[in-house]
């Protein structure tokens, strides 16, 4: 097994109200690269802070770290283009951030992306990829992909309201940008990337192609945007079976059904409950009210510590832990 | 504790008779870039072969790696200026391979190297640095900064009959390119590896500088290269206690004085003998004729195995496994 966490950032994120994956847009930009070095270091190296939601729940990448560490699962981060340079090593599947999907192209190197990916994942020793992403911005890329492909499904939100309508209208204008009916990318997979998605979705869907090429089993950890990843797979006419991983807190927002997605792809779906209580620390009670939800393969390594017997009671005091050291104990 | 890998290319290796580190010319281009998916995947992945040098001798990658399966020590790869695509995932510390010697500014982003490796090494969490390094030709280079920077010592070589007259005439070729004068270079570490050097020497003087700032203790893992790198350091006014670690091969090497080099330079120097028995095994028998001889941060391996209680036979089975599962048991 080796986990994968494919980072990327697209302009998308950049537009007022889209992403919580960063205190301010600005340090969202950050918010990959410092995913990345928490998990391979368990604090940020060159990356500037820790990432935080506008209103402090700290990145799930916490929770995916703090499983790390007691399962200490091989780590590989790979590079679709990130906008801000991490001290995590990484391995390089594309050269450039995603632009804004109201622009015509904007993942005008899907095509390299995805075949580095397809490279890569077939490359790769391991017989069972688990593959997280962080890409603020990334539900509204994953809706525009999963509309050009003509997939009825709806995306969740790191934001507790899921700020559905303006999700929208900014994937309208990406159609309207591409000269795109939905479902006119039904099969093409990489022009679905290239004129309504990120960087991110070309490379994961790459690399699982690639991994199941070769028989290996592919874990898709997260939720609505690996339900992208999934759909991209399957318009490449690959049936193989494939695996989703996500936690209860997709699961439970009501404006997207995840479980029904990933069961009309033909995905064995894995929800985990990290059991966070009421009232005990300030990161499950953001989690609790519906903050951050998933990212950085949070679903994922949540279904491989149950795998390995770790309770979730013990992911839980690594988190506390690894806030406390990380943010203080007083808060961000 | 955690093991760099510090790759990066040299265009001084294409001097025919300078190196033994790949089959063939065209090949010596994969050499770090595989050893670095090696040490990552106990195999190959992006890279289009094992590197051996031109009679059949394996990489000493093959030993690192074989420690690492015993001690799963973390790894760190920096691209330093890599020549060919690595599937291994890397921190880039810069973004092109250096030059031939000869010409007067091989290295010309020097600077930038040394600063990024300087900023690494201090934002890493470890309080323990092992830093390795793979780069063909890299004796050469090495012998041209230490003559630069007025350093009396000689290099080994990864071949059997070092080629000493050769490397003196390349370096003196370089500073006559560069004019410059033995000894110019005092004092001046970035100069000596601009003009002089290769960006692995750059990488790794700053990556000790950076680590040696915060109180971590740093261990040069390889031969005279990182007698070079060593030299560095103590240029860049650094008189922190600083460790070198290296095999048996290259201490039996009488063309160079590695323990002279380090005594001198005050470095607290390890030097591992694996006991490979003498008609064992194919690759036991070409170190034992003084192929090959360090690289890939072997004596650093060898010295961390010791350290943790793993038997040097522990380490010789695995080394055979590693060499029979990906040479084959019939030699390249």
Redesign the interface.
């Known amino acids: 097994m080796r986990f994968l966490l494919v980072c990327a950032a697209t302009e998308t994120a950049r537009i007022e109200g889209i992403s919580a994956a960063g205190a301010t847009r600005t340090l969202m930009a950050h918010t990959p690269a410092a995913d990345a070095e928490l998990l391979a270091?368990?604090?940020p190296?060159?990356a500037p802070v820790v990432p935080v939601s506008p209103d402090g729940c700290p990145t799930p990448a916490i929770v995916t770290r703090a499983v790390r560490e007691w399962t200490?699962f091989p780590l590989?981060?790979?590079d679709a283009g990130l906008a801000a340079p991490?001290?995590?090593?990484?391995?390089s599947l594309g050269n450039r951030p995603g632009g804004d999907i109201r622009d015509p192209e904007p993942v005008s190197n899907a095509h390299v992306v995805y075949e580095c990916g397809v490279?890569?994942g077939r490359?790769?020793?391991d017989d069972h990829l688990v593959v997280g992403e962080s890409i603020p911005g990334g539900t509204t890329t994953a809706l525009g992909v999963l509309t050009a492909l003509g997939e009825p499904h709806s995306t969740s939100s790191s934001l507790p309201e899921n700020p559905q309508s303006l999700k929208e209208r900014v994937v309208e204008a990406g159609l309207r940008a591409s000269d795109l009916e939905p479902g006119d990318c039904a099969g093409d997979p990489i022009r679905a990337v290239e004129r309504m998605g990120d960087p991110m979705l070309a490379a994961v869907a790459g690399l699982a192609v690639g991994a199941l090429d070769r028989g290996a089993r592919v874990t898709l950890a997260g939720g609505t945007q690996q339900i992208a990843a999934a759909a991209l797979v399957r318009h490449a006419g690959i049936d193989a079976p494939l695996e989703l991983a996500t936690t209860s807190f997709v699961a439970a927002d009501s404006s997207a059904d995840v479980v029904g997605a990933a069961s009309a792809l033909d995905l064995d779906c894995t929800v985990t409950d990290p059991g966070f209580p009421a009232g005990d620390h300030v990161a499950f009670d953001h989690y609790r009210a519906g903050v951050a939800k998933e990212g950085a393969g949070m679903g994922g390594a949540l279904a491989l510590a149950a795998e390995r017997g770790v309770s979730m009671a013990a992911v839980r005091d690594r988190i506390v832990a690894c806030y406390d050291r990380l943010v203080g104990e007083d808060g961000p």
């Open positions: 270091y368990g604090q190296a060159l200490d590989l981060v790979c991490t001290g995590a090593p990484t391995v490279e890569l490359s790769l020793p």
